[in-house]
């Protein structure tokens, strides 16, 4: 038995780029790909959204001198280039997966409905639902945590490449000490950067509960299903 049934995975855009300073590195594309292979084939419902910041972010784009709605919606079809990578890898290595779209834009994608999500998971395909919530001014953090909501999963696993929540960046201050556990509300009052504020209020609320761990080591996926505390776990 494994201890989630039904994931939310929340891959950022930009550990999709892996060493690079722009775009996907096929490498660590394809590593994303393996992992989620592994625990697919342990028969776990697996819905997906990724980010897009390693191609756009419409926040950074207005800096620029872009329009911030037309910013936002090219940060959202920055999800969707990412997802149909992420699709195509899986897809090379056996794993059927779909594309749901937030934004109508057939054929490329399905556009997305609860129900269509749902009955791909019990076919036991991987589900990547793209373009955040398809609206601007929202990232896809909330956009994972809306999803995961609606599509009832047990928890959302946020991959990105430290390994849980810590007291202060870890990679800027070396005293900074890991949590195993924390409340939403500490992370609210700690100013914590795990999600956007938007987001973690969406999960408090409905009561999800996200774990952060290390998904850029191989294997950490299968031991974070399988319930080895390699991560933060946020809860109420
Ligand atoms: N975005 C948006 N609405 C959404 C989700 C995303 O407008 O519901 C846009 C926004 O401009 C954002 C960009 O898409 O900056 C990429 O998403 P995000 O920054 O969340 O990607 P990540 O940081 O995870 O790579």
């Known amino acids: 038995m494994t201890k989630f049934k039904r994931i939310l995975l929340k891959l950022s855009g930009e550990s999709l780029m892996g060493e690079q300073g722009y775009g996907i590195d096929v490498q660590r594309l394809n590593e994303y790909a393996a992992q989620i292979k592994e625990i697919r084939d342990l028969g776990v419902q697996i819905g997906i959204v990724i980010g897009g910041g390693n191609i756009f972010r419409g926040l950074s784009g207005t800096g620029k001198g872009f329009d911030r709605v037309k910013g936002d919606q090219m940060g959202m079809c920055a999800t969707v280039i990412n ?37 791909a998971l019990e076919r036991g395909e991987v589900v990547i639902m793209s373009a955040g919530t398809g609206n601007p001014y929202f990232t896809t953090d909330t956009g994972s945590s809306l999803r995961g909501i609606e599509i009832e999963a047990d928890v959302m696993l946020k991959g990105t490449r430290v390994d849980g929540v810590y007291t202060a960046d870890p990679e800027k201050d070396p005293s900074a000490e890991k949590f ?25 609320e409905n009561d999800f509960p996200i774990y952060v761990f290390n998904m850029d080591q191989p294997g950490n996926l299968r031991k974070v299903i399988d319930g080895e505390p390699i991560g933060t776990y946020v809860h109420a």
């Open 83 to 119: 997802s149909l990578a992420l699709s195509s890898a899986l897809g090379a290595i056996g794993v059927k997966a779909r594309v749901l779209t937030a934004i109508r834009m057939e054929p490329i994608g399905e556009f997305y409905s609860k129900w269509k999500a749902c009955e």
């Open 180 to 204: 195993e556990k924390i409340t939403y509300d500490e992370v609210l009052s700690r100013g914590l950067r795990v999600m956007d504020i938007t987001a973690i209020a969406m999960c408090k």
